[in-house]
Structure formats: C-alpha cells, structure tokens
C-alpha cells in the first residue's frame, strides 16, 4: 500500500469546486477522515467530509453558489449553528464542511468545549490515526497528504491506534471505545484482521467505567453498526476482553461459562451465541445476493403489505442471533436423568427484549416486537424437527410467525451448532423437511398472516349480542379448527361451524342462516 491517492477519487468535479471556492475566500481546506481512508482501502465512500482553516458555513454557502452558477441548479445547504457545521448534496454524495477545531473535555462529560484551531489540531483530537489523514486542496499541492501521526503506516498493517495517549483520548470521549472496537469489525476481512493496539486495549480495561457518562442512544447506534458488519461476532468479543460488554449488554456476561454436575455440563452459551451471529449475517448475505430474502412495508390504506427484495443487512434480524438464548440462563435446570434443561427459555427470553430495547433506548415499535417474535420462536421449527411434521404444526407456525417466517428459518438454521457432525447433518436433513413443508402448505392453505373470517363485529350482528367473552370463545374455536386442519380456510365452512358451536354454547340467531 502506498501513500498515493486511489485512482479516481479526487478526480470528482467537486472537490476542484471546493478547491476553488475556498481559494476565492483565501481559507485552506482539506479533504479528512473517513473518506480518505477509504480512498486507499478502494472502498467506496459517499460522505465526505472537508475541513476549512476558517468557517465552514461560508465555505458551503460559497461551494453551493458555485455549483449553482455552474450547473444552473438549486444546491440547498443545510446549517447547524450550533456545530457550525453545514452539509449539502452533491450527486449521491453527502459533504458535510466544519470548521478546524481544537477541543478539550471536562470529566464527567463527553461533551467538548470548542474553540477554532488550525489543521493539526483539528487532526489531533480526530479518534485515530487512520481516521486523522487529509488530503490537501490548495491549488499549490493539490492531493497532497497530511498525515501526521501515521495513518497510512497503521492503515497498511491493520492496526487501530490514537494519535494521543489512549488514556487522554478515551478519557475525553469513552464512545471512542467502542468505535475502536467498531472499526476493528467494519475494516477486517479475510485477508487482513485489524487490530486494537496492545495500549490501547490495557487502557480500555482500565477506563471501562468511562461508558457510564455515555447517553444510551449513542451506544446502541455504535452497536447497530457492528451487528450488520460481516463477522459482528469479533465486536462482542472484544467487548467482553475489554470489559465494556458489562456496562453495555450485562445479559450477555451470564451467557458465559460451562456448569457441570456429575461430570453433566452444557453447552457454552457465549460462544454459541457468537457463532450464530455470525451465521445469519453470512448466511443472509448470501441470501440478498441471490435476492431470496424479502422485506415488508404495510400498506398506507389497507390491512395488506408491500413486498420487496431485500438489498442491505436487517440490523434487527442480527438483534434477534444476538438475543436468541438471552433467557436461558433464567431457565437453566438441572435434571438428573437428562442432565441440563433450557425449557420455555425462548418465551424466557421474549420477555426480556422490551427491557432490553428499553434501556438501550431502542425503539419499542414494530421492530422490537420483530426482534421479539423471532426470540419467541426460534425453537418452533427445530422442535418440528424433532416431532412429525404435521400440517396443522406448520400451519400453526405460519400463522404465528407471518411475514417473519424467512428470517425465522434462517436464524433456526444458523441455530444448528454440534460438535458432533453427524448430529448436524441429521438435524440439517429433517430441517429441509420442515422447511419443504411450509412451502406446500403455504402454497395450499395461504395461512401467511391470515385472518379469521369470522369476525367479532359479524358475531354480534348474526347473535344481536354485545361485546363479550363468548364472541372471543367462538372466533378461537373456529381459528383453532381451520389451523389444525378440520375445515378448510374458508367463509362458507367457518361460519358454517360457528352456527354449530353457537347453539351449543346457547347462543340464537337473530339473522337468517
């Protein structure tokens, strides 16, 4: 890897429309950050950030005027005052311009005090040295590279390292972190594991209490970052060296370790776990190459859905792996006959999730309840494998699980870890048969997010009754029946068997069969 500029990436039109407008107001602006590091890992990068010798406001304000002399168009800028900083949209990109800044912290805040500074100290308070490299865009030596504490040498060797003392930086601001740990996941490929200096890994033991001052909100978007990364696994596990995973996800510590009595011991909860998180991110993005997996949108008018290929990772499909066994420790039992039970730790677990989303200050909507469905029945299908797989159970499983019944089966299968290879192989078989039978039942029944025909509004009109039990007793009957296959899905044959269990149960109609 060598320190020159990537083919292509300032050949862009606006970085010489930045380059000019910046000359014009007589700043200094440079390219930092992100995108320059990208520029020499050939990874493609639409955010882009410029910083300016002077404000960054008047420089977007001045590059928006040039763009919209040049190419006779609207440019908006968005300003955020009290950042100082503005953003505008040039073709897909998004560049956002701030001014140089020094910055310093009092303790028991992250928040900066900031006051303008030059390009070094603006590089100086950046997190780490791959993330501190510039790229000039003065007229004179124009691409040129600022790089300071050597980001392009820790770039080439796979390391993560601070351009102060680890202590300082992580002191100022205890986000960086985990951003340390997301960067070591998001960088990593099969060629190349970046790492986490040795300091800085003795420092983030020794400051761990640091992630107390930090607003949950900021944590769990570094969290959702690392799950959609090709191996989350590695995230999780230098939280928990590090001793963050603590004061982050304490639910996942008491996953750790093997008990054992009369030479009986488990499975390691932890470690499985891992292996399944990265089992549905490999597996679902084989999956959105093929553009098997789907995604659903209700309907703005009506009760339907709208269907679409899936085309980036599903953060709360990698939730629900990270939080699969989240209950088995609560439910762990010792029987002397069979050795160590996990019963009903699936509903277990479904219950702590809201908790869980909660206080990470996640969203408690349609995706939390998402996350909970998949933890609530994730072992529905394997225990199909167990048992005969009936119409009635995959109909029963199709009606529960809906629109989620893909992801469901996809985080069942990366739910089959053994050591014992003939164990895998032979519960990998029977899967395809559960998952062979949902397809013709699905095709024959359509029980995919059905609804009742008989409703209760149709109940109290056929009876002349008011709300009440009965109405919810008989719509559970005639549910119940067509799921377990004694009449077919139709209106004809439920309200057929409505009127029947109607009379038993005393009821009389006042409308006409």
């Known amino acids: 890897m060598s320190a020159t500029i990537t083919q292509g990436f300032l050949e862009s039109p606006i970085f010489g429309i930045v380059s000019d407008a910046a000359e014009r107001l007589g700043v200094r602006a440079f390219v930092i950050g992100g995108y320059v590091r990208d520029c020499f890992l050939g990874r493609r990068n639409d955010d882009i950030d410029i910083v300016v010798e002077g404000s960054g406001i008047e420089l977007a304000e001045a590059v928006a005027s040039y763009i919209e002399e040049k190419e006779h168009r609207h440019c908006n800028v968005s300003v955020f005052r009290t950042f100082g900083t503005a953003m505008l949209k040039w073709h897909g990109a998004e560049i956002e311009f701030v001014g140089a800044r020094k910055e310093s912290y009092r303790h028991d805040s992250r928040k900066p005090i900031v006051e303008d500074g030059t390009l070094e100290e603006d590089q100086l308070r950046r997190d780490f040295t791959i993330n501190a490299m510039a790229f000039s865009l003065q007229k004179s030596d124009y691409g040129a590279l600022v790089d300071p504490f050597g980001g392009i040498r820790d770039l080439a060797a796979g390391i993560i390292r601070t351009p102060l003392e680890p202590e300082q930086t992580y002191s100022d601001d205890p986000l960086r972190m985990l951003r340390a740990i997301r960067f070591a996941v998001k960088l990593s490929t099969p060629q190349m594991r970046f790492t986490i200096v040795p300091e800085s890994i003795k420092a983030m033991k020794a400051m761990k209490e640091r992630m107390t001052i930090l607003s949950q909100e900021r944590i769990a978007e570094e969290l959702n970052k690392i799950l959609v990364c090709p191996k989350p696994s590695m995230g999780f596990a230098l939280m928990d060296e590090t001793g963050l995973l603590e004061y982050i996800l304490p639910e996942l510590i008491k996953l750790k370790g093997i008990e054992s009595i009369d030479g009986k011991g488990h499975k390691e909860i932890f470690s499985h776990t891992l292996q ?238």
């Not at 990772?313 to 066994?325: C, I, K, S, T």
């Not at 408690?364 to 469905?373: A, D, I, S, T």
């Open 276 to 513: 399944v998180l990265d089992n549905v991110a490999s597996a679902e993005v084989a999956a959105i190459e093929e553009g098997t997996l789907k995604d659903y949108a209700p309907e703005e008018d009506g009760d339907g859905f709208i269907e679409s290929v899936r085309t980036a990772p599903n953060v709360w499909l990698r939730w629900a792996a990270l939080l699969h066994d989240i209950g088995k420790p609560v439910s762990k039992r010792f029987d002397p006959s069979v050795g160590w039970t996990f019963h009903g730790h699936e509903v277990v677990g479904g219950r702590m999730v809201p908790k869980i989303f909660g206080r990470l200050k996640m969203p408690l909507n349609e995706k939390m309840k998402y996350v909970q469905k998949l933890v609530t029945l994730h072992h529905r299908p394997v225990a199909l494998v167990d048992e005969e797989v009936t119409d009635s159970a995959v109909r029963r499983l199709l009606f529960d699980a809906g629109n989620e019944i893909d992801d469901l089966m996809l985080l069942c299968n990366a739910d089959i870890t053994s050591k014992n290879p003939v164990k895998v192989a032979r519960i990998k078989e029977n899967f395809e048969l559960v998952k062979r039978k949902l397809v013709e039942v699905e095709a024959k029944d359509a029980i995919r997010n059905w609804k009742n025909p008989i409703t209760g509004d149709y109940i109290m009109e056929v009876y002349g009754i008011p709300p009440c039990k009965e109405i919810g007793d008989l719509k559970e009957y005639v549910k119940n029946a067509i799921l377990d296959g004694q009449i077919g899905n139709t209106f004809e044959e439920a309200d057929a068997l409505m009127r029947v269990k109607a009379s038993e149960m005393g009821l009389k109609a006042v409308t006409a069969d």
